[in-house]
């Protein structure tokens, strides 16, 4: 039997958990480092499979390709949930889908979301350019202090409040809206409830921590941008979806507001030549808030336990439960 892991960017995988408890198994396993060119490409490389174990949302699974992969038997989704998979799909083909919950941290993503708002802040990744060449402080215009600031924070979950806490500490002012957020459950969350407009006009950082759904995809569009201050700072560390992508590139032309960090884009990786790697008033990140051993140890050891138990005939932390109760395709 054929196990594939996808998108092996930094060729980590093999060494960071016990593969040879599959080996053992009869398990034999390929690794992927390139992300797919198209559909087209990842059902060619992937039809031999029977097995995938996918790295969070880094490559789709449209029912488009997941029709076209004859071989399939089981997938592993590190992480919950992935807005980019068609679970249902994989279901109406009898194809279970476990995935790996519980065990990694929310720091590494919001240690880096918080990182990236103070990178924004000072502009640090330009005038790190600027002192390799020798310029100094010539042509630093970016001199923002968080203290006395005002962040709003979208969405006040796990992350949310994590931000908060880091806003606080800093000495700033957070404010707080989300759909099903309350007053009482901002305040729990170390944050003041504000409406969404509120939020973006009198906020000098807006930091994003919703989830991807039907509700908030295009959450921050050409209007929510001009309702926020010219020297507001945005940084989107969830899922690129949630800002609308072309008007965020027509509010950083026009400095419509001053600058952006976004560790998450519309379709990743994110090309050499995208609109934003030509702008001067954004800091880019490529989707790095999960990337630390200790995540992708929990990822890989939770994926070759979920294939020992679907090998056993005991399939666990299903995602389609349902599916047990089809045959397989």
């Given at each position: ?82 807005a980019s998979l068609d679970d249902k799909s ?240």
């Amino acid at each position: 039997m054929k196990l594939a892991l996808l998108d092996d960017y930094q060729k980590v995988a093999l060494r960071l958990a016990d593969w040879d408890r599959l080996k053992k198994r009869g398990i034999d396993i390929t690794v992927f480092h390139e992300p797919f060119g198209s559909v087209d490409d990842a059902a060619q490389k992937l039809a031999p499979f029977q097995i995938l174990g996918l790295l969070r949302e880094r490559t789709a699974f449209p029912r488009a390709l997941i029709e076209k992969l004859p071989n399939l038997k089981f997938m592993v989704l590190t992480g919950a949930r992935a807005a980019s998979l068609d679970d249902k799909s994989a279901t109406e083909r009898g194809i279970p889908i476990s995935t790996t919950p519980g065990g990694g941290s929310n720091a590494p993503t919001a240690e880096l979301g918080w990182a990236l708002l103070m990178m924004c802040a000072r502009d640090l990744a330009k005038a790190e350019r600027l002192a390799r060449q020798g310029k100094w402080h010539d042509g630093i215009e970016q001199m923002v202090v968080l203290e006395g600031k005002r962040l709003g924070i979208l969405g006040l979950g796990k992350l949310g409040s994590r931000a908060a806490r880091y806003g606080k500490a800093f000495g700033m002012d957070v404010v707080a809206w989300s759909q099903n957020l309350t007053p009482e459950k901002a305040e729990a969350g170390g944050a003041k409830y504000v409406s969404k407009d509120e939020l973006l006009a009198t906020s000098d950082f807006v930091s994003i921590h919703l989830a991807l759904s039907d509700r908030t995809r295009g959450l921050i569009g050409a209007a929510d941008l001009a309702k926020m201050k010219k020297t507001a700072i945005l940084v989107n560390t969830s899922r690129g979806p949630i800002v609308d992508e072309a008007a965020l590139i027509a509010a950083l032309k026009n400095r419509t507001i001053m600058h952006a960090g976004l560790d998450v884009y519309d379709k990743e990786p994110m090309s050499a030549g995208h609109p934003f790697t030509k702008l001067d008033n954004i800091t880019l990140i490529p989707h790095l808030g999960y990337v630390v051993e200790e995540s992708y140890r929990h990822f890989y050891d939770g994926t070759i336990k979920d294939i020992e138990a679907w090998l056993d005939g005991k399939p666990i932390n299903l995602l389609n439960p349902e599916v047990l109760k089809k045959k397989p395709a």
